[in-house]
């Protein structure tokens, strides 16, 4: 047949043909034990390819080059080979762009696409959900689910019979792929200066000044009790049936924004009320990085504290639970089975706070524009992402 969505100018019925007869070569990864060395090729697995891309670090393994070579004896990767986990993690791709100094093991297929099909080509379509679902039919049940090279190489492929067309499906999902990596990472590197800003803006080991300050703030900061800052609001039923409530799994932790709209929710009657006016944060583990910007307002549900700033800023209330110095506490948990937060240790811990309103409110403000920022480039890659699954269902057989 032919896609819905095509390029102008092409009109030829799709050809279908087995994955092995347009290939060139389909072969997996080494099978062998190898001794680890410090220096050497690296050895990667299916945990290194992950949303297109081949990533490593200094904690993967590398191996001599005599074993290199071995392994490399009778056959050698190549610029354009498409790379396929097909133990573990299935289903992941990428096209290797340098094959020296690299291989893998035998989680691992290499594609070598022949005259047929282009190497982009081929990569977009392992995306796609009809061949993912082909891929996941021929998964074996065993404890470790892989997929055996004979069973690969039967899976259907359809493709455009002119190379031009398909060169160009494939650009056009490696530009897609370019965009999204660009926001996540933008969003990436926002997170990493909103960790650092929040160690250099908050006084560190007893000092009583903050390393990185806004022009025209001298005084020191004062020490305070925490329940001098913050008040826990108290558990209320209420008969209202149009605030929306707020369970953990609608938060999207260390990043105070929901991940749904919860007004769609059934209404919740029984929790803690917030009205805008407090910060919320969860006390539960794994849920200490779950806290909600504090313009919203609903109903609690589940072990959140509601706390009412006392003659405090709520902006900057709200980015001082975010500080190592506050987590640190909340981990000393209570209980053995779900262990919370401890409000008596907190509340009675001490805390650097500016004694300026205006400073505080700058603070908060500052970490707003952060938050913002990082919301902005998640939203453009999920709307990236919803693009990207979309087209890949229209623009193939």
Not at 100 to 110: D, L, Y
Request: aromatic share 10%; charged share 30%.
């Amino acid at each position: 047949g032919k896609p819905e969505i095509r390029f102008k100018g092409y009109t030829d019925e799709w050809e279908q043909r087995k994955l092995k007869e347009v290939l060139s070569f389909l072969k997996d990864g080494t099978h062998g034990t190898h001794a680890d060395t410090v220096d050497g090729p690296l050895l990667l697995s299916a945990k290194n390819i992950k949303d297109g891309t081949i990533r490593w670090d200094e904690a993967d393994r590398r191996i001599s080059q005599d074993e290199y070579e071995k392994i490399h004896s009778k056959f050698s990767l190549k610029k354009g080979d498409v790379l396929l986990t097909i133990v573990g993690s299935i289903g992941e791709t990428a096209i290797l762009k340098d094959p020296e100094g690299i291989t893998f093991q035998r989680s691992v297929a290499f594609l070598r696409p022949n005259e047929y099909i282009s190497s982009d080509f081929l990569y977009a379509k392992i995306q796609t959900p009809a061949f993912q679902k082909d891929l996941e039919s021929r998964k074996s049940t065993s404890a470790q689910p892989g997929i055996y090279l004979g069973d690969l190489a039967e899976i259907p492929v359809e493709y455009a019979p002119s190379l031009e067309e398909q060169i160009k499906i494939g650009e056009y999902f490696w530009q897609l792929d370019h965009l999204i990596t660009l926001h996540q990472r933008k969003c990436d590197e926002v997170k990493s200066l909103k960790k650092y800003m929040l160690q250099k803006m908050f006084p560190q080991n007893e000092q009583k000044v903050p390393e990185i300050r806004f022009e025209g703030f001298t005084e020191a900061w004062e020490q305070r009790k925490f329940s001098d800052i913050a008040a826990r609001e108290s558990f209320v039923s209420t008969s209202a049936s149009d605030i929306p409530s707020v369970e953990y799994e609608d938060v999207v932790a260390e990043e105070g924004r929901l991940n749904k709209d919860i007004r769609l929710k059934e209404a919740v009657k029984s929790g803690i009320t917030f009205d805008g006016s407090q910060v919320l944060y969860g006390k539960l583990r794994p849920y200490l990085h779950n806290w909600l910007n504090p313009d919203f307002k609903g109903i609690a549900v589940g072990d959140w504290w509601v706390l009412k700033p006392i003659n405090m800023d709520k902006n900057f209330l709200y980015r001082l639970i975010q500080t190592q110095q506050f987590d640190n506490i909340a981990n000393q948990s209570s209980g053995s089975k779900m262990p919370r937060a401890d409000w008596n240790l907190i509340s009675n811990s001490e805390f650097m706070v500016p004694f300026s309103k205006e400073e505080q409110s700058k603070i908060g403000r500052y970490f707003d524009s952060l938050d913002n920022l990082i919301t902005l480039h998640q939203q453009k890659c999920e709307e990236l992402k919803k693009i990207k699954k979309f087209m890949l269902q229209k623009m193939f057989v």
